[in-house]
């Protein structure tokens, strides 16, 4: 089955029905400017609500070092995803396996170069919207990624719904999804039947 990452998460509640309905990822926002902002002292509740076995990844956006290992400690993250520029310090000074990110707008997709992203976990293609880590509720055009070779497992995400995830695998193939707004009554707070069409929409994609 494509992985499948919630992000976004900021109740406990939304974390376990997540990983009960087959979560890889589940994801916790930490950026100061996001609509689903989890304070750093949040994070270790939340990431105890996460069954064992799924990664437990953290999203930042220009949080200093020093912010990044103390919440990746406190909350036993597994991974960091990082919505900025991705810089060869980035490699060396945080202390989990990244997730970089594409920013995908009207001229093409925004990448890092291989020589940094063969180090990266995967490569997490989303909207581009400035300052704005993921959640965006808008889609891009995925004709950008057909055929497109990476040095690393691809992620997608960008708008994703219910509605129109089989047709995003069909046509990328990545290895994972990513979905935040996409599956939300309101920022943060996941609906849980919308949860479950996700899930099973992916599931009839992958032909299960």
Same mark, same amino acid.
């Given at each position: ?6 992000? *976004?998460?900021?109740?406990? #509640? ?21 609509? %689903? %902002?989890? =304070? ?8 105890r609500?996460? =069954?064992?076995?799924?990664a437990?990844?953290?999203?930042f956006? #220009? #949080?200093?070092?020093?912010?990044? *290992?103390? /919440? ?8 960091v995803?990082?919505?900025? #520029? ?6 060396? %000074? /945080? ?8 920013h995908v ?33 808008a889609?891009?055009?995925?004709a ?9 497992? %691809?992620?997608?995400?960008?708008g ?11 046509? /990328? ?9 996409g /599956?939300?009554? =309101?920022?943060?707070?996941k ?5 479950a069409?996700?899930f099973?929409?992916?599931?009839? =994609?992958?032909?299960?």
């Open positions: 089955m494509t992985d499948v990452k919630i992000c *976004g998460l900021t109740r406990a #509640e939304d974390v376990g029905l997540a990983c009960e309905l087959g979560a890889v990822y589940v994801g916790f926002n930490f950026s100061a400017n996001s609509k %689903r %902002r989890v =304070a750093a002292e949040d994070g270790p509740r939340l990431a609500a996460a =069954a064992p076995g799924v437990r990844v953290g999203v956006v #220009e #949080e200093s070092y020093e912010t990044i *290992g103390d /919440v990746c400690e406190a909350a036993r993250l597994d991974l995803q990082l919505h900025r #520029e991705l810089r060869s310090e980035d490699l060396s %000074r /945080v202390p989990r396996p990244v997730i970089a990110v594409a707008g009207a001229s093409g997709a925004k990448m890092p170069p291989d020589s940094l992203l063969a180090s990266c976990r995967a490569l997490l293609f989303d909207t581009a919207v400035p300052g704005v880590p993921g959640g965006t509720g889609t891009f055009d995925w950008i990624l057909e055929g497109r070779g990476l040095p690393v497992a %691809r992620l997608l995400g960008g994703l719904t219910p509605e129109n995830v089989a047709g995003a695998i069909r046509r /990328v193939k990545p290895s994972g999804v990513d979905v935040a707004s /599956v939300e009554s =309101a920022p943060g707070v609906d849980g039947d919308r949860m069409a996700f099973e929409a992916v599931r009839k =994609a992958d032909g299960r």
